[in-house]
């Protein structure tokens, strides 16, 4: 038997009065916005049936758009007043801005969001703390490999990074495959999953996220000196076509057999699963000898809001509600596997590799890129800065001191650290 807060079973309740009295045929029809297009056939064939079959009053549609037109058009239609009802969030500054010019609706009051703590309300609240998005989940940064190719060639996971460059050394050494497939022509991924998946090791996770915010650090401290000289070493063990090799085109190299490594997010599980034909396993990013704690970059990722403008606010309202229960968790995080839930209950997670990544939050301290909160908000934005500054070290156009510099001149020239500590 479903149990539900009192909350929603009032929104239940007054939803099938509304039916009864109206027919069936009078559903009402609320759209979710989202920049996963990928994510179409799980909406449609999971979510949505699974929520429609709690509230036949209410019908929903998926309605995506591209990752990298999302965000524009997703404002465009807000100014026009012609977006969704219900809006997935990026998190940190992007939604920020979108509550602050109330194209976004608060979200105190909804029940069910008091199954979110602090930590996982921070993505998706204001400066002064209201929550204005339901966290839906985050993604975990590390490496996936060819377990298959490993056991044939006697290989094992590093415990270290000297490990895992010994490790890469001998796969370069045995040739057969490459070491590591990633290319930098989309640059994002060199950032992605180069410097923000190494680098909290370097910069000790959250301690070294808010002192960036309150500037008691700079960029061109030595961890982050150190993050890009790591990062620069990756270039040896890369593809000779790296410069001009894209996401999709490394990611196909991985699947295909031709590579032993593959720098990913655990977003990336479905597609990997999907299409590799050898067995996969994954480690997360390998501290440095010597440092008895490891961090991962576990990133408040997805949450869904209200347009604050809807139609039917009740009906959004009811669709935000689910979305907090552990039975929405429970279909999300199963569907997508690689995005993990941020309720405070955690969902079981059926997916062996997705349960591989989740593990890693058992030993290891969890981060958000620290490029995401506050550091963004001006121009030239850091999260944009660190891609160039990322992709550019890989292939030798920059030294790490000198992209280290480059990016604090960057923040310096338009942030000034708040009075008042972050909190995230």
């Known amino acids: 038997m479903r149990r539900f807060g009192l909350g929603l079973l009032v929104a239940a309740a007054a939803l099938s009065l509304g039916a009864a009295a109206c027919g069936e045929a009078d559903a009402e029809t609320i759209t979710v916005e989202s920049w996963r297009a990928e994510d179409a056939a799980v909406w449609e064939d999971l979510i949505i049936p699974a929520f429609e079959r709690e509230f036949p009053a209410i019908e929903v ?25 219900v809006i997935a969030c990026r998190a940190f500054d992007t939604s920020l801005a979108l509550f602050e010019r109330s194209h976004l609706a608060p979200l105190a009051d909804l029940p069910g969001i008091e199954a979110f703590g602090p930590d996982e309300r921070s993505a998706w609240a204001a400066d002064g703390g209201i929550p204005y998005c339901v966290p839906v989940a985050s993604v975990i940064h590390g490496f996936v490999y060819n377990r298959t190719a490993f056991g044939e060639l006697g290989l094992r996971e590093p415990r270290t990074e000297e490990e895992f460059f010994g490790l890469l050394e001998a796969i370069r050494d045995e ?62 063990y890369l593809p000779s076509s790296a410069p001009e090799m894209t996401h999709a085109e490394a990611r196909a ?45 576990d990133h408040t990722d997805i949450g869904l809001g209200m347009n604050a403008a809807t139609d039917s606010p009740q009906a959004a309202r009811t669709l935000l509600t689910w979305a907090t ?51 963004s908000r001006g121009e030239p934005g850091l999260e944009h800065e660190a891609w160039a500054v990322s992709a550019a070290v890989l292939t030798g156009g920059l030294d790490p ?24």
């Open 325 to 375: 229960s552990r039975d929405f968790a429970r279909i999300f995080a199963n569907a997508l596997p690689g995005f993990f839930t941020l309720r405070g209950t955690p969902a079981d997670i059926d997916d062996p590799l997705a349960r591989e990544f989740a593990s890693w939050r058992d030993n290891c301290e969890s981060t958000s890129r620290n490029t995401a909160q506050f550091l």
């Open 175 to 236: 040739g057969s495959l490459v070491p590591l497939a990633m290319g930098t022509r989309d640059r994002w991924e060199a950032a992605t999953m180069g410097f923000q998946s190494i680098g909290p090791n370097y910069w000790k996770g959250e301690q070294g996220r808010l002192a960036l915010i309150d500037g008691s650090a700079k960029l061109t401290d030595q961890p982050y000196v150190d993050t890009l000289t790591t990062l620069q070493r990756w270039s040896q």
């Open 61 to 85: 549609a998926f309605v995506p758009t591209s990752p990298t037109e999302y965000d524009a058009a997703l404002e465009e239609r807000l100014a026009e007043g012609t977006a969704g009802d």
């Open 253 to 297: 190299m991985f699947t295909a057999g031709d590579a032993a490594i593959y720098p990913a997010g655990s977003w990336e599980i479905a597609a990997l699963s999907s299409a590799a034909d050898f067995e996969l396993g994954a480690f997360a990013p390998p501290p440095p000898a010597g440092q008895d704690t490891c961090y991962i970059s």
């Open 401 to 424: 001191i000198s992209g280290a510099q480059r990016l604090q001149a960057s923040l310096d020239s338009w942030y000034d650290p708040p009075s008042q500590p972050a909190n995230r």
